[in-house]
Every structure is written in structure tokens, then in C-alpha cells.
């Protein structure tokens, strides 16, 4: 029986997944009646398309970790009952959830009830109960009560070999398009950008003691920005940031640069990249430490991704920096399979019984 109406929410506050959320709920309308429900936050401007959730955004209000992250999973568990007990009675087919915290969600489902059917979205969780004794026998004790969404194959895979989650209970969504509309307008272009939190704070130091030692940025007159989380620096030819950087100003940096540069750790395992999306969706070559979701996505778009190599750096950008756009057809098939007509359809899909489901798996 195909579901009617859908009740779309995030049991987590993530500011960050603003854009997934609006996404998500546009391309679900295309198909189904959904009821999006958000946290109040006074940095969004679409409050007034959903329903609110009446709690405040949670704030930090312990410097102790232990009681701060105690706090944190009890307001997530509120909120997530609250979504339950909502779905039930609005009469939903289905509560989605985009973005949640494993504790909280092991606590819901071990202790109430969810009347309707649960589809919930992984993301950097994943990485923390791989490494977790604890919090794998907590997501093992749980998987089988809700269908589990990845935005990648790849994700997919690692569910079933490394968590054991039966392939009828995996749903994949590739992530939407993210293309900035905000255009370079202060004249400040870089041939390579590097702007995610994610950041291995290692290579960061070393391309700065690069610059200091060999100005190798300087020498090659490349342009290169770069956010860090402990580090900053500028001669001109590398700048290194840290601390907030607006949304406005990133998506300008994004489309002023020639290519995007992502330098995650190992640890960056079983999750999607944004910033990885971000490059795509607008056109960007991307140079990249080889993780999963790298190789996976290199896999399809050979053309668009260049490993990184410290040693190899700077000719990799000076490579990167004379390819044409316009020259590549696989940016066109990217946004092709990541088009709203595509994505629609696949959710739509999704939502079959499972006897007739077809699991359609796309890589990027």
C-alpha cells in the first residue's frame, strides 16, 4: 500500500542541515502530503512554511561534557517522542526524520512506541557507534524497528557488512543539489578553497609550514583559502581562517573559486560530504584526501576528483586550474542524477511495501 501523507521533522537541531530540509521537503511534495515540523530558530527565514516545534533551540548550558551531552540526549528524546505521539495523531503513513542523536533514539525505541512507520537518515553518527562497543549493541538493539536512509551506495554497503542491517531495511537518497546563488562580488577569487569544519587540522599546519618555509603558494601565485579550526594565516597567496564564517560569505568564496579542496581525516568514514555536494552541484573540480565517500564518488566522476598529496599540492591545483567546465560532461550527468525529477521519483519509490520496492541504488 503506497503511503499518503507524511510527517517530515528533525528530532535533533542541526542548523547546518537547513538546506537538506527544505530540499527534502519540496522533493516529497511533489508525491505526498507532508507536514514538516522544525525547531524555532531565529536564523531561519521558512518558520513560517512548517509547523514549530515549541521548544527552544537547545543552547549549551554546562561546560561540564558528561552533563552537557545528558542534557542534550534528554531534549532530543523529548522532541522525539513528541514526533511520535504527532504522526499518530495527524494519521501520517510515515515519520521521516532527517537528522537525529543515537542515544536518544536507542532510549525512544527501547522504552515507547512508534505507531507509524519510522524512516530515519544516518549521518556522522555512524562513524561514532563503528567505534563505540556501547553505542553498536544500543544501534543493534534498535535497527530493526525503523527503515534506515543513506544519502550513498556506498552507506548502504557499510550497513549491511558492518552493522549487519538487513538490505530491505535500507533506503538510499541521494543527496540534492546545492547550488549557490549567492555570486563573487568583493573580487576575491581563489583557485582553491578548502571552507569545511571537517577539516584534518594536521594538513592544515602543514601546508602553512609549507607556505612559511618554501612559499610554494607565493612562488606558483595560486590563491588558496582555507578554514581551520586552531590555525590562521595570510600572506596573501594562503589564507587560513578560523571561527564562524557566514553563510553568505561561504557561498561567495564557493563561487569565486576554481576548485574545492577537502582535506577530511580517515575517521570521515561511513557519511556523506556536503562540501562534496556543494563543489559538485556548482561546477567545481574537487581535490580531496582519498576517504570513502571520495573514492566511491571518484568512482563515476573520474574527470571531476584529484587525490591529495601534500608533495603533489600545488601542481594538483595548477592541474585543476587549467581544466574548462565547460569541457566536462560529467558535471552535466552529476546534476542530471541529482535533478528534483530524478530524487522525487526514487522517494516515491521508497515508499512501496517492501515486496515491491526496488532498491534503486545510485552512487552519486
Request: charged content about 25%.
Amino acid at each position: 500500500m503506497m503511503l499518503k501523507k507524511v510527517l517530515l521533522c528533525e528530532f535533533a537541531p542541526e542548523k547546518g542541515h537547513k538546506n537538506l530540509f527544505a530540499n527534502t521537503y519540496d522533493l516529497l511534495s511533489k508525491n505526498f502530503s507532508v507536514q514538516g515540523y522544525v525547531l524555532s530558530d531565529r536564523n531561519r527565514d521558512d518558520d513560517d512554511k512548517y509547523n514549530v516545534i515549541p521548544f527552544a533551540y537547545f543552547e549549551r548550558k554546562y561546560r561540564n561534557y558528561l552533563l552537557h551531552r545528558i542534557s542534550y540526549i534528554f531534549y532530543v528524546l523529548k522532541i522525539t517522542l513528541m514526533m511520535f505521539k504527532q504522526a499518530k495523531k495527524n494519521g501520517n503513513d510515515a515519520l521521516v526524520c532527517l537528522t537525529n542523536d543515537d542515544v536518544a533514539l536507542f532510549l525512544s525505541l527501547l522504552f515507547f512506541k512508534c505507531d507509524v512507520p519510522l524512516y530515519v537518515m544516518h549521518h556522522y553518527e555512524l562513524d561514532f557507534i563503528a567505534t563505540s562497543k556501547i553505542r553498536k549493541w544500543m544501534f543493534n538493539s534498535i535497527k530493526g524497528k525503523y527503515y534506515h536512509i543513506v544519502q550513498a551506495d556506498f552507506m548502504a554497503k557499510k550497513l549491511v557488512k558492518d552493522f549487519d542491517v538487513p538490505n530491505e531495511m535500507i533506503i538510499v537518497w541521494p543527496h540534492p543539489l546545492n547550488i549557490k546563488m549567492t555570486r563573487n562580488t568583493d573580487g576575491a577569487k581563489f583557485d582553491c578553497a578548502g571552507l569545511s569544519n571537517s577539516n584534518e587540522e594536521v594538513m592544515i599546519e602543514n601546508l602553512i609550514k609549507l607556505e612559511k618555509e618554501q612559499h610554494v603558494f607565493k612562488m606558483n601565485n595560486l590563491h588558496v583559502i582555507l578554514k581551520s579550526r586552531n590555525s590562521s594565516y595570510n600572506n596573501d597567496y594562503l589564507t587560513v581562517i578560523n571561527g564562524y564564517l557566514p553563510d553568505q560569505k561561504y557561498d561567495s568564496i564557493i563561487n569565486g573559486a576554481k576548485s574545492l579542496f577537502i582535506p577530511f581525516p580517515d575517521s570521515f568514514n561511513t557519511r556523506m560530504s556536503g562540501t562534496l555536494i556543494d563543489a559538485l552541484s556548482n561546477r567545481k573540480y574537487v581535490i580531496a584526501t582519498r576517504i570513502s565517500v571520495v573514492e566511491s564518488c571518484r568512482n563515476r566522476y573520474s574527470n571531476l576528483i584529484e587525490y591529495f598529496v601534500l608533495d603533489n599540492f600545488i601542481e594538483t591545483i595548477k592541474l585543476v586550474k587549467d581544466k574548462n567546465p565547460e569541457e566536462e560532461t560529467q558535471f552535466d550527468e552529476f546534476v542530471d542524477n541529482h535533478s528534483d525529477e530524478k530524487l522525487a521519483a526514487i522517494m516515491f519509490q521508497s515508499f512501496c511495501h517492501s515486496s515491491e520496492r526496488k532498491n534503486v541504488r545510485i552512487d552519486f
